[in-house]
């Protein structure tokens, strides 16, 4: 019987037994691990190639003339490819905006305007072209979701601020979804006029322009809200 076990690769003893399924078990998960990484480096490769052709796009048409299957063709890729990361053509925008623009809006938490856009509006200045096709007449829906982008910082720096500014008082959302638009339209427009007029303003130059801009629209909400404030109590007297 024995002889018989042996051949068949039974172990010798209950030692060896369990030294073989744990040589077993560390391969296996090691196999797991490697075939994890490989996949993971396919998936950070297949990203890069649709980002990259989607810049080149870019740079020669419109946001709203490019297709999926454009970016798809660019990049040698399948559709099948690209929904497997991206949902849409705008998910793929929205992602590279979060991934590179929303960085570039540093929070200033002590400060009339919330955002410094120095860094954001220096690369659109080293790239015209690009914030032209996103913002151009035919842009399509790139204006909305970089809008949207601006909006989520500008909603990040607020929610530093303990109480947040005095034009968006403790529950008031309304206050704050306006200050919050109000914020990221002043961004998007001063952009927006940066890369119509072809301006060589340097970005410090800009900022301080939408930081002038930003903080006296915020000092007027804030007049406003403690003149409310005032009128209120005022009435309660009577």
Known sequence: MAPMLQRLGAPHNGKSGCMTLTKHKSASVSDVRRNGTKKDRRVVRTRQHLDAAFVELLHRRAYGNIRVSDITRKAGVGRATFYAHYSSKDDLLRSQFNRIVEPMLALKSNDPCPLDATALLAHVQSMPRIYKALMGPAAGGAPRILRECFEQRVGQSLALVDGAPQSVSAGFDLQRSMTTRFVASSLFAVIECFVETGSCQSPQTLQAVFS??????????????????????????F
């Open 212 to 237: 002038d801009l930003v903080g006296g629209g915020l000092a007027a909400f804030a007049r406003q809200d403690s003149s409310q404030t005032l009128g209120r109590n005022g009435r309660s007297h």
